[in-house]
């Protein structure tokens, strides 16, 4: 059986795995609310809410407000609709799923702990465990699309290859903008890179109403392979971006660890797991709810509000371009300075392009000694030698760069509308100029 504190991981295999939709009758429709009361009113997080919830449903069964759903799915979707009329808790879903709700009752049935299944382990393999792409963005910015927290005892291999690869950057973007919840045990390793071991940071407290306790989650003394407390860290948020994921971002936000950029979050924070309901249906039932040690309250309901508001379709451009603009402010030596500045102003350049025309782009071509910018198609392109011609960019009317490598920039002298010399500079700090030698004196 799946234990996922968190939603939406859960019903995303809950949804595929749904099988006989055989009618229902009015029977099993008052058996399966019965079950979903007697769930609700022994764990849901907010006792008094939970029997709001029941004396609703009753009203609604009475008042034969499902006689005519004999579909289980379209019945589900109502009583999950019903649910959240009263609690307005996002987490709590009702879904039709025989084979789980099946599974579920024999295991407890059977007395035998919760474990996950060979098939959703597969899934979770299939899906590298949530992390959907890690790369090194220009200037030294790590960016990491994590789609889900998927928990630690099994991704957490994943998760430190992961974070070595970033470990020697400058920033990191978390982009959790399809980023759905999972497991607090990611979050606890993920954000325990960002710290020094000898720090002790807490991150969130659980209250859980069936228990009646409160636990805490700190970052870990040890963490496999090698951490990175220095880096500037970025989290891109959306709408979608919920629960667990809302945690990782209201974690870092109220630490001042990280910058949000993007959307407000989605606005779950009750943690809980999947219950069987009746003989068909499963639901996911919030048993507790996150207590921040910083604000003790939470995001449920409200969402985590960015500190940088842009549309989600821009929050990666505009993270990256902040996370250089910090770096090169903060920087203490001149060539870390220039570094992220070069990197910075090649960004600002191409969010905002030029457009040159036929005859502007031609006015920059010529022969530099064996250097040459060529136009073909409506596109300048850098050749030396009889190499293969490379393509540029344009980030002025004068300005290029090598396509898919920024550390490189071509500079045209112009003289009476024409190429008179090339400048060509590296970020390194090399440069060489050359005059245009295919013009007769």
Not at 83 to 90: E, G, N, Y
Not at 113 to 127: A, I, S
Not at 274 to 299: D, E, K, L
Request: with cysteine.
């Amino acid at each position: 059986m799946r234990s996922i504190l968190f939603l939406a991981l859960f019903f995303v295999g809950l949804e595929a795995s749904a099988q006989s939709q055989e009618p229902l009758t009015t029977g099993e429709q008052s058996l399966t609310i019965d079950s979903l009361i007697q769930s609700l009113q022994a764990n849901y997080v907010f006792p008094e809410v939970a029997q709001k919830m029941g004396q609703h449903l009753q009203q609604q069964l009475k008042a034969g407000a499902y006689q005519q759903l004999n579909n289980p799915v379209a019945f589900a979707d109502k009583l999950t609709e019903d649910l959240q009329a009263i609690s307005h808790d996002l987490h709590l879903r009702v879904r039709f799923n025989p084979e789980d709700a099946q599974q579920m009752r024999a295991q407890s049935d059977s007395g035998e702990p919760e474990g996950p299944d060979e098939q959703w382990l597969k899934e979770m393999r299939r899906d590298n465990f949530g992390f959907q792409e890690a790369k090194i963005l220009e200037g030294n910015i790590g960016y990491l699309d994590l789609r889900g927290f998927y928990p630690a005892e099994f991704a957490g291999e994943t998760a430190a290859a992961v974070m070595n690869m970033l470990s020697n950057t400058d920033g990191i973007i978390f982009d959790l903008r399809q980023n759905g919840g999972g497991d607090p045990g990611m979050i606890q390793l993920l954000t325990s890179y960002l710290y020094d071991a000898r720090d002790q940071i807490h991150l969130n407290s659980f209250y859980f109403r069936p228990t009646d306790d409160t636990t805490q989650t700190w970052t870990l003394p040890y963490v496999p392979g090698k951490r990175n407390p220095k880096a500037e860290v970025f989290v891109l948020t959306s709408g979608r971006t919920f629960s667990a994921a809302e945690e990782f971002t209201y974690n870092l936000k109220n630490l001042k660890r990280g910058t949000i950029v993007g959307e407000t979050t989605g606005g779950g924070a009750h943690p809980g797991g999947m219950r069987p309901i009746g003989n068909r249906f499963v639901a996911f039932v919030p048993s507790g709810r996150a207590i921040n040690p910083i604000t003790h309250t939470n995001w449920e309901g409200t969402g985590v509000s960015p500190d940088i508001e842009v549309k989600q379709e821009n929050a990666l451009e505009v993270a990256h371009q902040m996370a250089l603009e910090k770096l090169a402010e903060k920087a203490t030596a001149e060539e870390d300075k220039a570094f992220f500045n070069w990197y910075a102003n090649y960004l600002k350049a191409k969010s905002d392009p030029i457009t040159l025309s036929k005859e502007q782009m031609e006015a920059c071509t010529g022969a530099f000694g064996a250097r040459s910018i060529l136009m073909q198609d409506g596109q300048l392109y850098y050749q030396r030698d009889k190499r293969t011609p490379m393509a540029l960019e344009i980030l002025s009317a004068t300005s290029f760069s090598l396509k898919g490598d920024a550390s490189i920039r071509l500079s045209v002298e112009m003289k009476d509308g024409q190429a008179a010399a090339l400048v060509m500079e590296s970020i390194s700090g090399w440069q060489e100029r050359t005059e245009r030698s295919d013009v007769k004196p």
